[in-house]
């Protein structure tokens, strides 16, 4: 088989910090299955191993230039490892990664040691926990026993509890669900869905051809029946939960990314370190035969590339053209691509199809024979999906469904702006472009679609005013040519040029006073532009450092874990009620880098749970002209979700003012998708921060931004910051009367009721 390419980056990295479990589950590949090898491993994994593989992780991120890896900790139970030694795995991972590059830290665990202290630290240290659970009681107990034979249903689910507390509710991941077929998989669905998780894997018992999976007599397809019956039931439900298998399939059926090694034909970029520093592919293998996951190398004789090049890890890289005849010749193979690479095991190698090939494809059909409805934006929400957007604590989980909404919003206006465009207009070129690109690359499309002011430019345009109309909808021209650019696909466009300036949103803005209003032809190469108007031509490399004499980057806010556009050069983003400022010189942009960093840092430390929402939605600050009054002041605009416009300030000012302001554009995207007030009353409500009577959604907006502000000077006052419990009281109490101010008005809907009931509760603990 061909292989893969020999310096394939690896992204994910599983390691081994514990090697043994405190439970005894008759289905666990690593103890029950063909692989031995655990027996000769060391307990736990040594300091040295630690140092060792985290110094390959990160020199194999910075010889890539990776932006993210991600590490989970496994085992075994990586719990066992007790907080003190588990505290010093996590600090020293991101003592050595976190330099290089963004470390995302996950752990899978049973969950049966799970406490108050562990779930603190794993907090401290931005760890996404996984938790295994196999359904009910009956269901779960079934194989996630002790050594004694007593289940582990009831501590798991204490361990569950902990994870939906507000304060450890962002370090939830979801939930991991072996199948049995012989549980009911209806009531293993709604015990999973009574968990609240972000997230379930339903995951096909490991199994080869040597040693088949077990099937009721005459079972035929049980696993794809039993599956199909859960997915009949979430489709009805209104895919009320995140369902990797499921989702893998729809996206899949579009062309798009599986997300998940078990299906598609996406490369595999996933390498082990065991106990021992010794490296290994994926775990699964373990189920094929003893030593099928040993690739011979260690963290200390071998770097990650290294392993990479195994012939194993290289095929699983090569798509269609590594899997079996059988295979290949299938009509369902782009989206089952095979199965679990170890479920292809038989008679000595792995040219077979999956040993759940027959469960595989009549699940793939049966999914695209009954897709799911079109999700209204304003439907299908998560029953907790209020309440965790309440939760003055943060969730980026909902933030990115929220990003997700609207992103189908911006999709919709340009679909819209398309349809009003001219005969003959050079618009057309460009639409068709994105269309294009968006069937071959709408991860890149859905990246410019996520920027805050392509919704502006889109409602102005249909509107016929401000900057939208100046443009006008050949600007789907310069949103094509940055998609391509992201996406690496060559496309040649006329691009609008206004005032000398032709600008490529994300990308940066093209210097050509020459043309004055005009148009310039605009060619994308590999990481290259190349525009030509008239007799002037200019090549710019957009990812080059340095202005170019025609040429402003676009430039960017960036600390080790969050990077946000420094947005001074976008014609549309002068939406806010204050005014926009001009492009910065480098040394104001040089403060601006400074100030954002040390305000991340802020953020990050007094209300962690709001980073993580600000890393998930915020995509831009806007720099704001001064006023003459010399006070901070901050802004968000209505039609531009995730851009948040602030004047210069200090670092503690500047966090108080990202977190406000995100605040309000949360809220603004909630609006399009959920009626919070009623429209039919139209009342003007008395609050403590505006001398003027306000009306019902200005004061939610005022009580949802103020009860965030508040939080954080609570931690301030805590901390005993001069001045600070005076402002905590100030924000508390004008949110607490506006609260009681807006439900005797009797203005929101049950939707927004319950929104501002969970503000109330999340703040009822608070100090007077």
């Not at 405190?22 to 994994?45: G, I, K, T």
């Not at 095979?338 to 190698?349: I, N, S, V």
């Not at 911006?410 to 690109?437: F, H, K, N, S, Y």
């Amino acid at each position: 088989m061909p292989p893969g390419p020999a310096r394939a980056a690896l992204t994910e990295f599983v390691l081994k910090v514990h090697a043994r479990c405190d439970l005894a589950c008759d289905h666990c590949y690593v103890y029950e299955h063909a692989d031995q090898s655990w027996r000769r491993r060391p307990v736990r994994m040594t300091p040295e191993v630690l140092r060792a593989a985290a110094g390959r992780i990160a020199g194999h991120a910075a010889a890539h230039g990776l932006p993210d890896v991600t590490v989970i900790l496994h085992g075994g139970e990586p719990l066992l490892l007790g907080a003190e030694r588990l505290g010093e795995v996590l600090a020293g991972l991101r003592r050595v990664i976190d330099p290089v590059t963004r470390l995302r830290l996950g752990m899978q665990t049973n969950g049966v040691l799970l406490s108050e202290r562990l779930c603190d630290l794993l907090a401290d240290h931005d760890v996404a926990v996984g938790v295994s659970l196999d359904g009910d009681r009956a269901a779960n107990d079934r194989h996630r026993r002790f050594r004694s034979g007593a289940g582990s249903y009831d501590q798991v689910l204490r361990a569950l509890a902990l994870l939906r507390r507000p304060e450890y509710r962002r370090i939830y991941s979801g939930l991991l669900c072996t199948v049995d077929v012989r549980n009911d998989p209806i009531a293993v669905y709604e015990s999973l869905l009574a968990q609240n998780p972000p997230r379930i894997d339903f995951l096909l018992p490991h199994a080869t051809w040597d040693d088949p999976p077990w099937r009721p007599a005459g079972g035929g397809t049980a696993y794809a029946g039993w599956l199909r019956a859960v997915y009949d039931r979430w489709r009805a439900d209104g895919r009320p939960v995140s369902v990797r298998l499921f989702d893998s399939l729809l996206s899949t059926a579009g062309g798009g990314p599986s997300g998940t090694e078990w299906l598609g034909l996406d490369p595999v970029d996933l390498a082990v370190i065991e106990t021992d520093g010794e490296w290994e592919q994926a775990d699964s293998l373990k189920t094929a035969y003893d030593g099928a996951p040993a690739t011979g190398m260690t963290v200390f004789s071998h770097a990650a590339d290294d392993v990479a090049a195994n012939p194993l890890l290289a095929r699983r890289r090569s798509g269609r053209a590594g899997l079996s005849d059988e295979c290949r010749r299938c009509p369902v193979v782009d989206q089952c691509g095979g199965g679990l690479f170890a479920h292809r095991y038989g008679a000595g190698h792995f040219d077979h199809p999956s040993v759940y090939c027959a469960d595989l494809k009549e699940l793939v059909v049966h999914v695209n024979e009954n897709p799911p409805a079109p999700v209204r934006l304003d439907a299908g929400l998560p029953d907790d999906f209020i309440d965790r957007l309440a939760a003055l604590t943060g969730d980026r989980v909902a933030i990115g469904r929220l990003v997700e909404a609207q992103i189908a919003i911006v999709r919709a206006l340009l679909a819209e702006v398309a349809d009003r465009l001219p005969a003959g207009g050079a618009g057309a070129d460009g639409w068709a472009a994105l269309t294009a690109l968006d069937r071959g690359a709408p991860e890149s499309v859905a990246r410019i679609a996520a920027h805050p002011y392509v919704r502006a430019w889109a409602v102005d345009c249909l509107a016929g005013t401000g900057t939208g109309a100046r443009l006008g909808p050949d600007h789907l021209n310069a949103l094509a040519v940055a998609a391509a650019l992201d996406a690496g696909t060559p496309v040649r466009l006329d691009v609008p040029v206004r005032s000398g300036r032709l600008h490529l949103p994300t990308v940066g803005t093209v210097l050509l006073p020459e043309v004055g209003d005009g148009a310039a032809r605009v060619e994308t190469g590999p990481g290259s532009l190349r525009v030509t108007a008239g007799d002037v031509t200019a090549v710019i490399r957009p990812g080059t450092p340095g202005d170019a004499p025609r040429w402003w980057p676009a430039r960017a806010l960036t600390t080790p874990d969050v990077s946000v556009l420094l947005e001074d050069a976008d014609p549309h983003r002068d939406c806010h009620r204050l005014p926009a400022g001009d492009r910065l010189d480098d040394a104001a942009a040089g403060r601006w880098a400074e100030t954002f960093a040390a305000a991340w840092q802020v953020i990050r430390d007094e209300v962690p749970g709001h980073a993580e929402e600000l890393r998930t939605g915020l995509r831009a600050v806007v720099p704001l002209r001064r006023s003459g009054a010399g006070v901070s002041e901050a802004s968000t605009a209505r039609q531009a979700f995730g851009g948040v416009a602030a004047t210069e300030t200090d670092a503690g000012s500047l966090a108080v003012l990202l977190v406000h302001e995100f605040q309000h554009s949360k809220m603004n995207a909630l609006l399009d998708i959920c009626d919070l007030v009623d429209g039919t009353r139209t009342i003007g409500i008395t609050v403590g921060w505006r001398p003027d009577p306000r009306p019902a959604e200005a004061v939610l907006h005022g009580i949802y931004a103020h009860a965030a502000v508040a939080g954080i000077w609570r931690i301030r006052a805590d901390r005993q910051v001069d001045g600070a419990q005076a402002v905590y009281r100030r924000y508390r109490d004008w949110t607490a009367e506006a609260i009681g101010a807006l439900q005797r008005a009797d203005a929101l809907t049950p939707a927004g009721s319950r929104l501002v009931r969970q503000v109330e509760r999340s703040m009822s603990g608070w100090p007077a």
